[in-house]
């Protein structure tokens, strides 16, 4: 770690070096007069500056935002501290905040909790392990808090929250934008973005609508082969989304605003991005997915005088359905054929699988209005969430419907006539509703008190239908269905104590709690013995911080020390024959501690460098038995076991210079350096990923209306190996990883009209 940090300093001397040489001569003379920006945030549920909010925030801006050049979330997830995208690919993936992330994202079933929220404005799109392929375009700012926030926004805020705040309808000016852009990946193929948006005032200063689309495709870098080398597919693992959001925005009066926002985006995806060292894995078959998500709200604010009354109504909806390989069962497949005298070899085998959620959301909210030392916030919440996952079990080439059949009558002696391998159909219903209110109290001038509490109680509801020959023939039980249900009533308290030493530096200590959802086994029947239902993580945070401006408004640092201890960790703990049925447990206790720190200076007027830093702990408190995935004997995961995808730090830095050329004509450079440690994958077993360092550059020219920018992210093409998958490569039996991207090479092009 130490080396790092010795060269993120060298470099971030260098780059400033070499900026300050090429500079014009006058960029001396600009040092004391520039100022950092204001960032206003609404994490608490009022507008607000980052520096007074007394928690861990970090806010990225639309203006940095555009000068890195991300297209959504995923893509800034390894530059914020804290923050860490381990299993990275379009449309999936589970974010961990502090270390903490969901540790049974091989097993979501039954609609499982997530540990990190995440929003676009009002709206919840939260799904565990399904992390939403939202663009941030037209974004005016990310907010990502950090810690558990489960008084304000309740479950599935374990560890942390995102939330992208989109730009609203403006009544008073037409606006549009273009942003398009290509680029080549190394080891791969091409790739573009297009993202266009359109404000029209329809009735002046009352009535607006603002369109955004998007169309973006990545063309892949990794090769798919079956195991004999018989069938290849370069650049397999591609992406193609396209979608757009529209928003109408009416204000009849300055006191009341109602805002009808639609998103609607479709996704056509390859093979996921896993491979070995050399980009190359093995598949049984080609997998394809197809990923929808249609998403509304109804966001209406009343000025009370007192208070802002706010309603939010959403609907979400989101369809997945594609192939997972199993290519590893060939063997198994091919013998029972053998043993029963069918004349069938198969040379590949596959799941055909499909996920349906669906969710309603009612929340009301009260925010008190005015200067006076007490400040609260009271509101209601309610969801409820539908979910259907199911899956058949398949085969290259297709096993007739006849020969499942008659093994089947062979196995039950003529009882039963099963006319597939696998059939496994999953329904789940959650219903929950909260309350939850805040208030804080300005004790002095310089002393405030907040404490706040949510009171949740949720009731969820499961069946489950499953069939197929091989669960008989593995000793499973016979067709049938399975019902099950649970309910869980959860207090979740805070408090904070603030002290602020001046108008430019604030001290805090938080106590706070979250929760992440317990659930239901559907699959228990296969497990005999097994537990039905699994307990609702729970996760309480100890947190000091510091927040100050410096140089009079050139400098922001912010601090925060944490340490939060995670109990009632849900893992898988029990598999049924031929690993189908795993079962979800409750494996003890653990916990996460460490350091964040963010700085941003003005060196320059022209010239801002942004440093971060995180040191992480993050480890089990209990000894505990869980499955091993190779099959064998249960394993042993003792006390002080590292959890799995929690580096232990990381590091990054960036420096952003824009600079005259003409009177009305600018340059801009960016570099940026980061840097994450190795880290575990997998609770089970002492299997690790190494860390990775990215080098960004960019540079441009830009005027009021146009902006031109090329780019080279990954400069070095650097093996960003974001961990190591469970199962190991087919024939060879080398470890395979989620890649991130190679290096990648393009231009940019905005236009604003």
């Known amino acids: 770690m130490l080396d790092n940090l010795n060269g993120l300093i060298l470099s971030t001397t260098a780059i400033a070096a070499a900026l300050w040489a090429f500079s014009p001569p006058a960029l001396a003379a600009e040092v004391g007069g520039a100022t950092l920006e204001e960032i206003i945030i609404t994490a608490t549920r009022r507008a607000e500056n ?158 607006a609508v603002r369109v955004t689309g998007f169309a973006q495709k990545t063309g892949g870098f990794i090769e798919t082969t079956t195991p004999s080398g018989a069938l290849t597919e370069k650049n397999d693992n591609y992406n193609e989304t396209t979608g757009g959001r529209i928003s109408l925005r009416v204000a009849p009066s300055e006191k009341v605003t109602v805002t009808a926002t639609a998103l609607i985006s479709r996704a056509d995806r390859g093979a996921a991005n896993i491979a070995k060292l050399d980009r190359t894995v093995a598949q049984s078959i080609q997998t394809r997915g197809d990923d929808d998500i249609d998403a509304y709200n109804l966001t209406a604010k009343f000025d009370l005088g007192f208070a802002e009354l706010l309603s939010s109504t959403s609907y979400f909806k989101r369809e997945s359905a594609g192939e997972i390989d199993q290519g590893g069962l060939v063997p198994q497949v091919n013998f029972v054929f053998g043993m029963f005298g069918i004349p069938i070899i198969v040379d590949g085998v596959y799941s055909d699988q499909w996920l349906e959620t669906k969710a309603f959301a009612q929340e009301v909210r009260l925010v008190s209005s005015g200067d006076g030392p007490f400040q609260w916030t009271l509101g209601g919440f309610y969801k409820n969430h539908k979910s259907n996952l199911g899956f058949t079990g398949d085969s290259n080439p297709a096993v007739p419907a006849a020969v499942w059949i008659s093994i089947s009558q062979y196995l039950t002696g003529g009882a039963l006539s099963i006319p597939d391998a696998l059939f496994i159909d999953t329904h789940t219903k959650t219903d929950q509703i909260a309350a939850f209110g805040e208030l804080s109290y300005d004790v002095t001038e310089q002393l405030e008190i907040l404490v706040g509490a949510r009171v949740f109680k949720e009731k969820r509801d499961s069946t489950t239908t499953f069939s197929g020959v091989f669960p008989v023939l593995m000793g499973g039980p016979l067709p049938g269905s399975f019902s099950s249900s649970d309910t869980d009533e959860i207090f979740n308290p805070k ?76 893992a898988v703990v029990a598999e049924g024959p031929g690993g189908v049925g795993e079962v979800i447990g409750n494996i003890g206790k653990a916990h996460s501690r460490g350091a964040e720190a963010e700085l941003t200076a003005q060196l320059l007027e022209s010239l801002t460098l942004n440093l971060a830093a995180t ?88 005027q009021e209306a146009w902006e031109f920018s090329v780019f080279a992210n990954n400069v070095f093409d650097e093996k960003v190996l974001l961990s190591r998958t469970i199962s190991d490569n087919l024939g060879d039996g080398a470890a395979r990883y989620f890649w991130g991207s190679p290096r990648t090479i393009g231009s940019n092009i905005r236009v604003k009209f």
């Open 50 to 207: 980052l520096q007074d909010v007394p928690q861990a925030i970090t806010a990225i801006s639309e203006r940095d935002l555009q000068d890195i050049g991300v297209q959504d979330f995923s893509q800034l997830a390894q530059m914020i501290p804290g923050v860490e995208l381990r299993n990275q690919q379009a449309g999936k993936g589970s974010l961990a905040i502090r270390g903490v992330s969901e540790l049974n994202g091989d097993n979501l079933q039954g609609g499982a909790g997530s540990s990190v929220g995440f929003y676009l404005d009002e709206m919840p799109l939260t799904m565990a392990g399904y992390l939403p392929d939202i663009k941030s375009f037209d974004v005016s700012r990310i907010e990502v808090l950090k810690g558990p926030q489960g008084t304000l926004y309740g479950e599935g805020s374990l560890s942390g929250t995102v939330r992208l705040i989109a730009n609203q309808p403006d009544a008073a000016d037409y606006a549009a934008k273009i942003d398009m852009t290509a680029s080549d990946t190394a080891h791969g193929k091409g790739n573009y973005a297009l993202n266009g948006m359109l404000n029209i005032p329809l009735v002046q200063d009352k009535l």
């Open 495 to 570: 408090a904070t104590i603030t002290y602020r030493w001046s108008d430019d530096i604030l001290t805090y200590i938080t106590a706070s709690r979250g929760f992440r959802s317990g659930g239901q086994n559907d699959l228990s029947i296969f497990v005999p013995g097994s537990d039905i239902a699994y307990a609702p993580e729970k996760l309480t945070n100890y947190e000091a911080g510091m927040k100050s401006t410096l140089l009079d408004g050139r400098a922001r640092v912010n601090v925060a020390l944490f340490h939060m201890d995670w109990k009632n960790l849900q």
């Open 615 to 702: 040191v992480l702990s993050a480890k089990t408190d209990e000894d505990t038995l869980v499955p091993d995935p190779s099959g064998g004997a249960p394993i042993l995961v003792p006390k002080g076991t590292r959890i799995p995808n929690a580096a232990k730090g990381s590091i990054s830095a960036s420096l952003n210079y824009r600079f005259a050329i003409t009177d009305d004509l600018s340059g801009f450079a960016r570099a940026a350096y980061s840097h994450t440690a190795g880290a575990t994958n997998n609770i089970a077993r002492s299997t690790k990923t190494p860390g990775f360092d990215i080098v960004d550059l960019k540079v441009g020219i830009e």
